[in-house]
């Protein structure tokens, strides 16, 4: 089994600072890409931020300039720095990671998801 434990969540006020963490362990042969998603009470989830192994990210226009995604591959963890926070940006977000698993003859490629960590921006 493979699993993304996430971290950080909380509540903040407007203008303020958190990071996220999400470690994955378990029978993990290599991440490729590795990524934050975000859903809103009513609303869809949506992507925030990507990075692949390599290091390419990808951001959504919304959180562009405030947000940085990172990413350690010795440790399976990837991170999400958020500054200057919004209300819009107060959600549940999920650690998402692209997963190769090898254990002996068997060859899996996963998609797995954290269970989620709330951020709540309010005064």
């Known amino acids: 089994q493979v699993q993304l434990v996430e971290s950080g969540g909380g509540l903040v006020q407007p203008g303020g600072s958190l990071r996220l963490s999400c470690a994955a362990s378990?029978?993990?042969?290599?991440?490729?890409?590795m990524g934050w998603y975000r859903q809103a009470p009513g609303k869809e989830r949506e992507l925030v931020a990507a990075?692949?192994?390599?290091?390419?990210?990808n951001y959504a226009e919304s959180v562009k300039g405030r947000f940085t995604i990172s990413r350690d591959n010795a440790r399976n963890t990837v991170y999400l720095q958020m500054n200057s926070l919004k209300p819009e940006d107060m959600a549940v977000y999920y650690c998402?990671?692209?997963?190769?698993?090898?254990?002996?003859?068997?060859?899996?490629?996963?998609?797995?998801w954290g269970q989620g960590t709330l951020v709540t921006v309010s005064s």
């Open positions: 998402n990671a692209d997963v190769l698993r090898i254990v002996a003859s068997d060859v899996r490629y996963l998609e797995v």
């Open positions: 990075i692949t192994s390599g290091g390419s990210t």
């Open positions: 378990g029978s993990i042969f290599s991440i490729n890409a």
